[in-house]
């Protein structure tokens, strides 16, 4: 479904001076682009663009300007990209306000067929002032260890725990392991062809991703480890625990994915949708879910980390380069597109630095 609430002012940006002339054919084709324009983003950057999108349109509509919101002059752009600068400012945070909002422009112009006006140099110096002056909070995200993992699991994950805490139990393991991100996850479907469940070990296919806007898909292999906090263990438990139908009976069914909404039962909780149809399809929850989930899961046992969802693809590409897993491996696991990219998401311990000094210092 795309995010667009525009489709029809769109097509008519689309159109320009045609569309007083164009004919139902053209008219059609331009209406459908402008509904699935959209699918060329990644999901996640349409969410992450949609509000401040809509942050430019109110302030449009304030002002009053002739046209479309589509008619903006450049110069006009710029000087609300200036003006989301100085609120950031105000706010002491950093850039990433205004490069969303540049980013946010530029992708539903662009999505509209139209030039996009964020080049102007305006624009181009509201960006350079915040990437030189907006200086970020720090913000603190831990690395998930392979000792928080059994922590949770062996406070969360027995026999009898509930089907939530059971849920995410597996859905941290997995990421953990999967090297995977929120995004990654909330892919997951448990269709027999897409969640493959062996022996040896587990096959997801990833038909999605950040680093894969093209859409080719992949898939991610998880071992079978055996244990409490096995992923491939824990994530028959949820299949079994959970009752999800795992094939379609019929060709318009939706089987839905692993991670998804939870109702509350006095048995421990059920599916709130088990199944639906390729029209009304069965979702993922919901990052900010997962999330306080998650941290609240953490601060129950004990975990004394600033744990994010994205601690545990952190986590996971730690735990492979302290235990000597070539760095080409677990790049290729977490499907990161340049050597820079695993460097980036490895918390490496600080012995080789401590033991470097103190050779320099002769001791």
């Known amino acids: ?39 060329a983003l990644a999901a996640s950057s349409l969410r992450q663009y949609l509000t401040p999108w809509r942050a430019f349109v109110k302030r449009w509509k304030l002002r009053r ?20 600068y100085i ?20 992708a539903f112009f662009t999505a509209a067929g139209v030039t996009s006006p964020t080049s102007h140099p305006t624009c181009r110096t509201a960006r350079r002032l915040a990437a030189k002056y907006l200086v970020p909070r720090p913000f603190r995200r831990d690395a998930f260890t392979s ?23 597996a859905a941290v393991a997995i990421m953990f392991f999967g090297f995977l991100r929120f995004d990654d996850l909330a892919e997951v479907c448990v269709h027999t062809d897409l969640l493959i469940i062996t022996e040896s070990h587990m096959e997801i296919f990833l038909p999605r991703s950040k680093t894969d806007q093209l859409w080719k898909g992949a898939w991610v292999v998880v071992g079978r480890v055996g ?9 028959e438990r949820l299949l079994e625990r959970g009752a999800y139908r ?9 089987v839905g994915p692993l991670l998804r909404v939870v109702q509350y039962t006095r048995t421990g909780g059920r599916l709130q949708r088990l199944v639906g149809t390729l029209a009304e399809p ?32 952190i986590g996971g590409n730690s735990a492979a380069a302290a235990n000597g897993v070539p760095a080409e491996v677990h790049r290729a696991h977490g499907r990161c597109l340049s050597p820079d990219m695993v460097d980036l998401y490895t918390r490496r311990s600080p012995d080789a630095g401590i033991d470097l000094t103190r050779r320099m210092a002769g001791r």
Not at 94 to 103: F, P, T
Not at 149 to 155: F, I, K, N, Q, S
Not at 227 to 235: F, I, R
């Open 246 to 254: 795992c094939s379609p009976s019929q060709p318009q069914e939706d």
């Open 1 to 39: 479904m795309p995010l667009h609430p525009d489709a029809e002012l769109r097509a008519s940006a689309l159109l320009g001076s045609l569309a007083d002339e164009a004919d139902d054919a053209l008219n059609a084709l331009a209406a459908r682009f402008s509904q699935e324009a959209d699918l």
């Open 65 to 84: 300007l002739p046209g479309t919101v589509y008619d903006v002059p450049p110069v006009v752009v710029g000087l609300y990209l200036y003006s989301v």
């Open 147 to 169: 000792a928080d993992l059994a922590r949770l699991v062996g406070t969360f994950g027995g026999p009898v725990t509930g089907l939530r805490h059971l849920m995410m139990c």
């Open 227 to 235: 244990g409490a906090a096995c992923p491939v263990g824990l994530t």
């Open 87 to 106: 609120s950031a400012a105000a706010d002491g945070i950093g850039e990433g306000r205004v490069r969303a909002a540049s980013g946010a422009i530029h």
């Open 282 to 313: 069965v979702y993922s929850n919901t990052y900010s879910a997962f999330a306080e989930a998650l941290a609240q899961m953490c601060s129950k046992a004990g975990i004394p980390t600033h744990i994010t969802p994205h601690s545990l693809r």
